[in-house]
């Protein structure tokens, strides 16, 4: 066969391949949308939830979700910049390095209720941290690290080589380059990481059971004393994020309106990750232009 | 090399100091009652703790994990209260005299089917025999021409406990799928043609097909009288030396105005309507 | 004034200081992580090894064995926790849905950064990513709602099984290995791709023959993502996987995997009994079947590589 025909045969070939995954997610996100949309309401975001009376909304879940990705965002992110840049850059290529990769592969495939017990009987318990966001934080960041890490390793790997020559030459440091050179470049794929780990925070359940808790207490949002116990900016306090709410409304939920929450819920979730994914995107973009010359590919 | 040597050692010191500084946070959590357990009970203690603590000043923290989780935890005395659906003494590695039990809530359980298996009506050896295996199509039992697809509950939950001490008489039951919440069990019912299950009595609506047993029905006045015989307890554990704030807080959820508010308007039966009494071992004694 | 140049010339510069911190900063992280890779896998080791130690159960009998029910003694009177059908069953189901969403996966990759315009690759991209952030939960009642009365209206039964299970991790795991894939992808130096086109090669020759070469490291590296995220997820695949502990059959009997049965096993048995131990067990399993798959997966990526680098 003449190599054209192969191409134009292999073409259609990903075009159909790429054509099932649209519809798939067509299907998916807008089974979610449809079903949930019709019960998204104001008085639905900004009321909070009921145990058994229909008509609870999901204010405090919302806000403990966003909160708990910006707080895990903050753990995580030095720990895995730092360790994807040693990787990248300081490690030496011997056998040691190959293990402690392959140790936080499969790191990543622990269930998360191994995870969240982990960090229960550790941080809850012994250092009596007790159950609050920050201990989900905890528990998230154990996750989220190989993932991240990885993909920071990556991300500045794929910047060209003769960035950091160039640099070296000018008497830069190595880790000066790194930081003011090498990092900015490579923002836009690390961009992509910060947005699956994101997501999966967003939408975990399991492992926040046993850490961040699955039950709310009432939030005073005129509080704004971190220290205070009611104030919603603690991060001591016990918070049940969106997806723990889902996840307990359909399990053992005998609110009446149950299906309508959760759906709601689903939708809201849906909504929120695009507009943190957006929000994310333009960030990245920001600081992609104020930090180097060239334009996002 | 020993640049390397020094560079990673210093970084060690950094971790370890790190790590010290963590583990020395410990704070005072005298009005803090944690109680962690059964996700059964969970909305029931929630909306209680709710009432109770901006009428007292307390914070309590109701948390699930499952009974097991309940148990071990208060027994390690890691928490105060711990919730479970089955009592302490039948769970191997509890050392019960170690705890007190609180009875909150009774909990009515019926077997459930599919809508489209035309069987309203069933004897308890017919039911035993579902579970064990000798049946497997509901014609056997006067419904449709359709299999049976057993769901039963988790091996270890209070619900499956319950069940099998009532109904199955000590035969064993058949393999067969394991799902481990009410929510789940009941969309499963109501999706598969043919399918059985059991749920607590506040499960149930219009999308499910409850089953008499010899003609009794399941509510609530027969299981207070025993005429339904699948019901178990809801617990409250806590430590032998318990807190006075705590055993306040249960002694609130035992009141007569809690069990005949909360605890009947979420669906379970009031411990002071029981007209029976049930021990650990199934044993069942007029009051 | 000749002394002080010669100090400097023979101090370490601000440069030196500059390295060491960064040195000592980024050791200090890669620290951290190893040290709570070190800690979470010491801690499901010790759990696990307990059923074997305390319990006395001969580790063939876990490993083979077609029986769990570890509170109840079987024949030889011994608790029986025979882990083989879970086993099995993580093992096809983590297999189907990786081989399932690895084409996929490559397609999207190659047609975001070779086929569509800027604009519709970043759609598609985003709209993948957002599936990442939708809890289990959900992915498990669309499947029962779904997936599984389609299975059971293609191949009869009750539709719950490992085909159900695998359809919906397909559909989880899209995303990661997607996404993943793009960068590694996108990482390819620009030249190759130009001397390939310079050459004559057309534009299918150039991905096959020169871009999917050069980046099967990291392609292989989301498959791994992909796949340990396919042994860790547990409530979606338990709703539609039957959740039943018997040996697979055939892909449209109910299953159980490893995880599953840890998760819903894990509350309702008390810290320190068999019971118990038996599911560190399963987590321990785990591990050491997601480092095989790991290490089989490296082993043919270096093979791979290893023809093309001169």
């Known amino acids: 066969m003449n190599p054209k025909s192969v191409n134009r045969i292999a073409t259609t070939v990903i075009n159909s391949l790429v054509g099932v995954v649209v519809a798939l997610l067509v299907l998916l996100i807008s089974y979610i949308l449809v079903t949930g949309l019709p019960h998204m309401s104001l008085d639905f975001l900004l009321s909070p939830s009921q145990s058994y009376q229909a008509g609870g909304g999901i204010r405090d879940q919302l806000f403990n979700s966003i909160y708990l990705v910006i707080l895990t965002l903050i753990i995580s992110f030095p720990i895995a910049l730092g360790a994807g840049i040693y990787l990248a850059e300081y490690a030496p290529k011997n056998w040691i390095v190959d293990v402690i990769r392959t140790l936080i592969e499969v790191l990543s495939s622990l269930p998360s209720v191994v995870v969240g017990l982990f960090a229960y009987l550790v941080f809850v318990i012994k250092f009596q941290v007790g159950f609050s966001i920050i201990s989900g934080a905890v528990a998230l960041t154990i996750f989220n690290l190989p993932l991240l890490t990885r993909n920071i390793e990556d991300s500045i790997k794929s910047v060209p080589d003769f960035q950091m020559q160039g640099a070296l030459a000018l008497g830069l440091s190595k880790w000066t380059t790194i930081i003011k050179i090498i990092f900015p470049s490579a923002i836009p794929g690390i961009i992509t990481g910060i947005i699956l780990s994101s997501g999966r925070i967003f939408g975990e359940a399991a492992a926040l059971i046993y850490t961040s808790g699955q039950s709310a207490p009432v939030l005073n949002y005129a509080n704004w004393n971190p220290f205070s116990p009611d104030s919603f900016l603690n991060p001591m306090r016990p918070a049940e994020t969106l997806a723990v709410h889902i996840w307990k409304v359909n399990s053992e939920g005998i609110t009446p309106d149950a299906n309508a929450i959760s759906s709601g819920a689903s939708a809201v979730l849906i909504l929120v990750i695009i507009l943190f994914n957006f929000f994310a995107h333009w960030i990245g973009k920001k600081l992609y232009k104020k930090f180097t010359v060239g334009e996002v590919k | ?287 | 004034m000749k002394n002080s140049l010669k100090e400097k010339f023979l101090s370490p510069s601000k440069q030196t200081y500059q390295e060491s911190f960064g040195k000592i900063i980024s050791s200090f992280c890669i620290l951290i992580i190893i040290a709570l890779v070190v800690s979470i896998l010491g801690f499901v080791t010790t759990k696990g090894i307990d059923t074997f130690t305390q319990s006395k159960i001969n580790v063939f009998d876990f490993l083979f064995g077609n029986v769990w029910s570890p509170s109840s003694t079987g024949a030889n009177g011994k608790p029986e926790v025979g882990a083989a059908p879970m086993i099995v069953t993580s093992f096809t189901v983590t297999l189907i849905s990786a081989a399932i969403a690895t084409p996929f996966a490559i397609a999207c990759a190659i047609f975001m950064t070779f086929i569509a315009n800027n604009r519709g690759s970043r759609l598609l991209r985003s709209t993948i990513e957002l599936l990442v952030g939708i809890p289990s939960v959900i992915y498990g009642y669309i499947g029962l709602t779904l997936v599984v009365p389609l299975v059971r209206s293609i191949y009869g039964g009750t539709g719950f099984g490992i085909l159900a299970g695998a359809i919906v991790l397909f559909v989880m795991i899209l995303p990661t290995v997607t996404s993943l894939t793009v960068d590694s992808i996108k990482s390819v130096p620009d030249y190759y791709i130009k001397a390939s086109y310079g050459l004559g090669a057309t534009r299918w020759q150039t991905i096959y023959k020169v871009v999917l070469k050069i980046s099967l490291p990291g392609i292989l590296t989301a498959v791994i993502f992909g796949m340990t995220r396919a042994f860790g997820e547990a409530l979606a695949v338990q709703m539609v996987i039957g959740n039943s502990i018997t040996m697979p059959t055939n892909l449209t009997t109910p299953a159980s995997t490893l995880t599953s049965q840890l998760t819903t096993g894990i509350g309702n048995t008390i810290m320190g009994t068999l019971q118990n131990n038996a599911l560190w067990s399963l987590a321990l399993v785990l591990l050491f079947m997601s480092l095989f798959f790991n290490i089989l997966i490296k082993i043919i990526g270096k093979r791979g590589a290893a023809k093309y680098e001169s």
């Not at chain 2, 020094?6 to 790190?18: N, R």
Request: aromatic share 6%; charged share 20%; proline share 2%.
């Open chain 2, 1 to 287: 090399m020993n640049n390397r040597l020094i560079h990673f050692i210093s970084a060690l010191g950094i971790l370890i100091l790190f790590l010290t500084g963590c583990s020395s946070n410990n704070g005072s959590k005298s009005k803090e009652i944690t109680s962690v357990g059964s996700t059964a009970l969970q909305p029931l203690v929630e909306q209680a703790a709710h009432q109770y603590s901006t009428e007292k000043g307390l914070t309590i923290n109701v948390q699930g994990g499952g009974s097991g989780t309940g148990l071990s935890q208060v027994s390690q005395g890691a928490v105060n209260i711990g919730n479970s659906d089955v009592f302490a003494d039948k769970q191997t590695g509890i050392d019960a005299k170690k705890l007190t039990d609180y009875k909150v809530a009774v909990v009515g359980i019926t077997p459930v089917v599919n809508k489209g298996v035309g069987v309203k009506n069933i004897s308890f050896k017919q039911l035993r025999d579902i579970f064990t295996g000798k049946f497997t199509n509901w014609k056997q039992l006067g419904g449709k021409n359709q299999e049976i697809i057993v769901i039963n509950r988790v091996k270890g939950s209070g619900t499956r406990n319950t069940f099998e001490s009532s109904v199955l008489n000590g035969e064993k039951a058949l393999n067969a799928q394991e799902q481990d919440s009410n929510g789940t069990v009941k969309r499963i019912v109501s999706s598969t043609p043919g399918a059985i299950s059991y749920l607590s009595f506040s499960f149930l609506d219009n999308t499910l097909q409850p089953l008499s047993i010899d003609g009794v029905k399941p509510e609530d006045k027969n299981v207070e009288d025993n005429s339904w015989k699948i019901w178990s307890y809801e617990h409250m554990y806590t430590a032998k030396d318990a807190k006075k704030n705590v055993k306040d807080f249960i002694q609130y959820l035992q009141s007569k105005p809690t069990q005949d508010g909360l605890v009947k308007k979420l669906g379970y039966i009031s411990i002071h309507d029981m007209k029976v009494v049930k021990s650990s071992d199934n044993v069942v004694t007029k009051k």
